[in-house]
């Protein structure tokens, strides 16, 4: 890589043909900033044309990303690409590959670059409830809401890797080379978000196991029947669509954060919580509950709640909404605008 003084913020996103990366590249657009897409599926035309350049690529694939990077003199990254819990739990060894290998490459130029443009190469990192582990379901409802150094025993491949790629984060951003004579002088900067199940009104989601109350809100917004996968008793946190965006723009934009890795989280609430208040609205689409026992054992091991205590102190996190309002204010409007019919 050839050594250059720090250009002007030049955005990666990886990933951004997904959920999150739609509603984040939606808000990021502005002019002092040069948007870098890439996915390995097409971006879609709406995302598209926010880019000032789009790869389709592997993250997998080493040669490319360095390539990517050095091609656009990126100095901040956005690491959104994976393979989510349940799609993990069926191509265990393909997600270790996307999430842990793919991860590990992009820290690594990331570190590499730090040390060429002389600045610190900013890195944020969508995390998850599912680095969590709890044993059982008493177990989950008496532990209430966890810190971020609690249950760290996830039982999915998912969450497994997300948790050692926090650590790999971590140590590239502040132990990297610790021994060593010549430790380079600007190490990458890494900022990472554990995401509770995220809730988008514009995009369905695919592959994670939080699906259930979008799967469910999109079913009953379209007047059709929705079989939710767990149990009306399921509890875990979550958030908008809009929120996360905010959290993640804002946890790369504050001055250096004192810890790595923070949780955040708007309301903690039951699959059966939102199926009597998606009943109100969209009383059309039938609601019923048929546990899958796999899928659900997932969902029966993260937790009730989070901690996001941390975040609030250090960086002045702030949820917007409740279930409530997130419905009232957000979620409802912006579904019924996303099926309305255009004329
Ligand atoms: N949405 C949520 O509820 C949620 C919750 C917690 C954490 N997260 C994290 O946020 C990030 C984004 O999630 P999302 O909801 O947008 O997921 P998504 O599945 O909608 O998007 C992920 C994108 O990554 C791409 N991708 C997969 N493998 C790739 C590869 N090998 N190379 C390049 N691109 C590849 C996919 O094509 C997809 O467009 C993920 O890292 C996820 O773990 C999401």
Known sequence: MTPSTAPRRSVLV???????GHGLISSMRADDVSIVAMDLREVPDETRKLCDAVHLGDVCDKNFL?????????NEIYHLAALLSSRAEHVPETA??????GTYHLLRLAARLSESWGSRVKFIFPSTIAVYGIRTVEDKMQAGALRENEHLSPITMYGANKLYCESLGRYYSRHYRQVAKGRPEHLLDFRCLRLPGVIAAETRPSGGTSDYVPEMLHAAAKGEDYACFVREDTTIPWMTMPECVEAVLRIAQIDTPPHAVYNIGSFSASAGDFAALIRKYFPEGNITFEPDEGRQALVDSWPRDVDCSSARNDWGFQQKWGLEAAMEEYIVPAIRKHYAPTT
Do not use: R, S
Not at 14 to 20: P, S
């Open 66 to 74: 360095e390539h990517v990077l050095t091609m656009h003199e990126t």
């Open 96 to 101: 270790h590959d996307v999430n842990v290998q």
């Open 14 to 20: 990886t990933g951004a043909a997904g959920e999150i």
